[in-house]
């Protein structure tokens, strides 16, 4: 408990002050994390809505893989990037490892099965409801995929924040490609790690608090968003 | 949209090109001693370069070598560096400072074993009295010392109360707090060590117990990217009269952590 | 070129194996309303869905007066349960010229036209998914309108609402026909098959038994299952 309690105190302390370390690796986990989820989402989005509305041969293996990805241990996700990016793997020549570019890379891997499942479950219903409405309009796949797409925006939106969710609390892949180097990929999970480490249990809560009070804000700020631009239901 | 993600895609990569930069693999040890808190400001004063620091253990911070990944090693486990210089990753080894490893334990030293002559025969008595051990278990420079120890004794280890965490030091650390156990860390992570509860420096001292740090640059003939001059410079100025006056200065709780012991180059 | 007639001949559709309906000779021209009547499995929405072009056509042949892409494109269809896509009324209503690639505001202007005309103007920017089964109902229709469809197929569409509801259907659909918009609809509902046929299609079992105009066939059926039909006896 005084473990939780000098955590808070930590946590209070370094927003109160603006701690100009604590600023800068807030600032690198957003980044990294949203650059991640909007690139995840251009992925993961339109591969669930072609799921949903097309039926092609490989369509279930690709659904029960998304499904099982979705599980994926993170740190077997960095291991495999770490393993590419080296300089004696396939994309050495790149130089991307360590950098958060390379934790962007991680990132996406691990948020894009999961966004493209939820995604997948919703549109898929959407288009259950469609189906004949659309095929009698002579829509084409484009518009059809367009359709359900803005029509599910708000599913979708819920898909994102899963995704933003484990995203932004992820350390085991980043920790690996990013190698946790100050001033340059660190972030507050392997920030955390670190200090806990350390033994440091205070300021490794003090980071955690912090953490959640950021998930919170970015989805309160995103669900703002999407409140304003279309008042209703979806 | 797009043209924004690629914008922003460019500033992560970008924010790392600006100054000259080089990177360097050290031990989860060093790194938790907090000596890089002090060296890392004082070098890019003095050269200009920025140090970035990647804190694994011993066997990562080889296959990063090994791999060209790091422009230059900073390790504690003689064999290992060796190897990595005879099969051509590094050009040589610089030895440049060294501490020492302790054990430590539980307050009431169940085992008995502050009193022993030598480290190993402090191993045999947490052996015969089957006290809990905590073991690193992940190939680090520390792990590997405790294996030497453990196999110059007569003690035979069963899983009873030898327990392998796989992790670093820190890590390892809390979970002996945890567990009551004792366990071998380097003076300076125990010394930094946050967590100490119920726990005390119990044995150190015997000779076996010192731990040489080394500076091994990589071979640039077998990764051509790496930073050659960039290691050069760092290894000159943690060889210099400046990096001897910061390690040996460099004190917590009052308590000097490393011995500042490179020698001037042959040459 | 015009879309009509069509002429139908020997056109079946099928669901695993079993047929749905047919196989149907028939041909639709002219002007007015058309009325397919029969009792419930008959085949009345699968004949509908397989003219429209939703249902496969597993044997036979389907034949307008004009190419099929183009033919596809001058009719519009309403089902028994409106498809209310999840935007507003006014964007739904716009939706189908929005996929011809009619421009935004042009769209929504022509849109909120048949938005008024259906009664919906109130709601114009509530999600459509709000409305209840009626006014669903009036959506799908002026949606169905909006791109002044040669033809428009409607199943069932008053299928459980309340009387209100059906006479302003009712109103809407005899001032389309009036202004040369062809229109084939089923109902179960003898009454509204009285108020509006100009030509009545009698299917039973997935074929057709009896066509022809409304008053021949209402005061003067010529098969047997068709008089029991009027009579009110069970078919089967």
């Not at chain 2, 992940?138 to 110059?152: R, V």
Request: with cysteine; aromatic share 6%; net charge negative.
């Amino acid at each position: 408990m005084n473990d939780l309690w000098d955590g808070l105190v930590q946590a209070g302390w370094l927003v109160i002050t603006l701690d100009p370390e604590l600023v800068e690796i807030t600032l690198r986990s957003l980044q990294v994390t949203l650059t991640a989820l909007v690139i995840a989402c251009f992925i993961a989005f339109p591969v669930a809505a072609l799921l949903s509305v097309r039926r092609f041969r490989l369509r279930r293996l690709v659904i029960a893989v998304l499904n099982a990805l979705m599980g994926l241990p993170p740190v077997v996700v960095g291991l495999i990037v770490y393993v590419l990016l080296s300089r004696s793997g396939p994309f050495g020549v790149l130089g991307l490892l360590f950098t958060p570019t390379a934790m962007i890379i991680a990132q996406v891997i691990i948020i894009v099965p999961l966004i493209a499942s939820i995604a997948h479950q919703s549109l898929r219903d959407l288009w259950a409801q469609y189906h004949d409405l659309l095929i009698s309009m002579n829509a084409t796949q484009g518009q059809r995929i367009r359709a359900l797409l803005w029509d599910a925006r708000r599913a979708l939106l819920t898909a994102a924040l899963a995704g933003f969710g484990r995203a932004i609390g992820e350390v085991g892949a980043i920790m690996i490609v990013g190698g946790n180097i100050d001033n340059a990929t660190r972030v507050l999970t392997t920030a955390i790690a670190l200090e806990t480490g350390r033994g440091d249990f205070a300021l490794a809560l003090g980071l955690g608090f912090v953490l959640i009070g950021l998930a919170v804000a970015v989805n309160l700020a995103i669900h703002r968003l999407g409140r304003t631009e279309v008042e209703g239901r979806w | 949209m797009i043209r924004l993600l690629v914008a922003m895609v460019f500033a992560c990569v970008g924010a790392v090109a600006q100054a000259e930069t080089m990177r360097l693999a050290v031990t989860t040890s060093f790194h938790n001693s907090g000596l890089s808190d002090v060296l890392l400001p004082a070098i890019e004063r003095d050269t200009g370069l920025e140090v970035q620091l990647l804190v694994v253990g011993t066997g990562q911070a080889i296959r990063l070598g090994e791999a060209g990944d790091v422009d230059a090693i900073l390790v504690h486990s003689r064999a290992a560096e060796d190897a990595f210089v005879a099969n051509g990753f590094g050009t040589h080894r610089r030895e440049i400072m060294y501490n020492d490893f302790v054990l430590v334990g539980p307050r009431e030293d169940p085992a008995g074993i502050s009193a022993s002559e030598s480290a190993v025969v402090a191993l045999e008595r947490i052996a015969s009295t089957r006290v809990p051990f905590v073991s690193r278990g992940d190939d680090s420079g520390t792990h590997k010392m405790e294996l030497s120890l453990w196999a110059a004794s007569d003690a035979s280890i069963d899983e009873g109360w030898y327990r392998e965490v796989g992790a670093g030091m820190g890590a390892a650390l809390n979970t002996a707090a945890g567990l009551g156990a004792y366990i071998l860390s380097d003076r300076a992570s125990w010394l930094n060590f946050g967590n100490k509860d119920g726990m005390e420096l119990l044995y150190s001292g015997d000779p076996v117990l010192f731990n040489q740090y080394a500076y091994l640059p990589v071979s640039a003939a077998r990764h051509a990217h790496v930073k050659a001059d960039a290691a050069a410079t760092l290894e000159d100025w943690l060889t210099s009269a400046t990096a001897q006056a910061l390690i040996d200065d460099y004190r917590i709780a009052g308590e000097q952590l490393f011995v500042f012991n490179a020698q001037p180059r042959d040459e | 070129m015009t879309l009509l007639p069509l002429n139908v001949r020997g056109a079946v559709t099928r669901r695993r194996g079993k047929i749905l309906a047919g196989p149907i000779d028939v041909r639709l021209e002219g002007m007015g309303i058309t009325i397919v009547i029969g009792p419930n499995g008959s085949g009345k929405t699968s004949l509908l869905r397989m003219l429209h072009g939703i249902a496969r056509l597993s044997e036979g042949g389907i034949e307008w007066a004009c190419p099929m892409d183009e033919a596809r494109k001058r009719q519009a269809f309403v089902f028994q349960r409106p498809v209310v896509l999840h935007r507003s009324v006014l964007a739904n209503v716009a939706f189908p010229l929005r996929l011809r690639g009619v421009a935004r505001g042009v769209a929504r202007e022509r849109a909120m036209a048949w938005v008024r005309r259906v009664g919906l103007d109130e709601m114009a920017d509530r999600p459509g998914t709000d409305l209840s089964g009626g006014e669903s109902q009036k959506l799908a229709i002026a949606r169905a309108l909006v791109i002044e469809p040669d033809l428009v197929f409607l199943d069932e569409p008053c299928a459980s609402l309340d009387g209100s509801a059906i006479r302003e259907i009712e109103a809407l659909l005899l001032e389309a026909a009036a202004s040369g918009t062809r229109i084939v609809m089923s109902t179960h509902d003898m009454g509204q098959a009285r108020r509006l046929a100009d030509e009545i299609w009698f299917l039973h079992r997935g074929r057709l038994h009896e066509s022809g105009p409304a008053a021949n066939f209402l005061t003067d059926p010529q098969t047997p299952s068709a008089r029991a039909f009027l009579n009110g006896d069970i078919v089967e």
